[in-house]
C-alpha cells in the first residue's frame, strides 16, 4: 500500500547582497529574529562545505508547511508591513535586495494543487517596497517522496 503524503508549501522573505551592513544590524533594525543568515566566503552550514557567493538574511514561515499559501503570506505581511519604512531604508542606503520565495511541493495527486493568489494587501506591500518573487513547483519522483 502507498504511503500518503500531503502537498507542502515553504515560503520565506530573504534579504540578499548587502555588503556594507551586517545580518545582526539588519535584525537589530527590524527588529526580527532571521531564520537562517548566509555570510558571503563562510560556509552556508557545518555539514556543507559549500561556500556562501553573498550575504543572505532568511525568515521562513512561522507556520506549518501544510498550512495555506494564503495564510503563510497574511502572518508574513503581519510581520513585514509595520516594517516599511526600515525596509525602504535598507533598500536605499545599503542597496538590500529583497525577495520572496514559494515552494511547493505536489506529494499527493489526489489533494488539490495548492492555491496561490496575489491580493491587495500583497501588492500594496510591493508598490512600498520593491520585492522580487521567485515561484518554485515540484514535482519529485514516488521514490523520493
Known amino acids: 500500500m502507498k504511503k500518503e503524503y500531503k502537498n507542502k508549501i515553504h515560503f520565506d522573505f530573504s534579504i540578499w ?3 556594507d551592513i ?3 544590524e539588519i535584525t537589530h533594525i527590524l527588529r526580527i529574529i532571521p531564520s537562517k543568515v ?9 555539514e556543507n562545505p559549500k561556500i556562501s557567493k553573498q550575504n543572505g538574511w ?3 514561515s512561522s507556520l506549518d508547511k501544510y498550512v495555506s499559501f494564503e495564510d503563510q503570506l497574511n502572518v508574513m505581511l503581519d510581520l513585514l508591513e509595520p516594517k516599511i519604512e526600515e525596509l525602504q531604508m535598507l533598500s536605499e542606503k545599503h542597496k538590500c535586495e529583497f525577495e ?3 515552494a511547493i ?13 496575489l491580493n491587495k494587501r500583497y501588492n500594496d506591500f510591493i508598490r512600498k517596497v520593491d520585492v522580487e518573487f521567485d515561484f518554485d513547483i515540484y514535482y519529485p519522483p514516488e521514490d523520493e517522496e
Open 105 to 117: 511541493f505536489i506529494l499527493n495527486q489526489n489533494e488539490s494543487t495548492p492555491w496561490v493568489h
Open 58 to 60: 532568511i525568515l521562513k
Open 17 to 19: 547582497n548587502y555588503e
Open 22 to 24: 551586517t545580518h545582526k
Open 100 to 102: 520572496f520565495s514559494l
Open 38 to 46: 548566509y555570510v558571503k566566503g563562510e560556509r552556508i552550514n557545518p
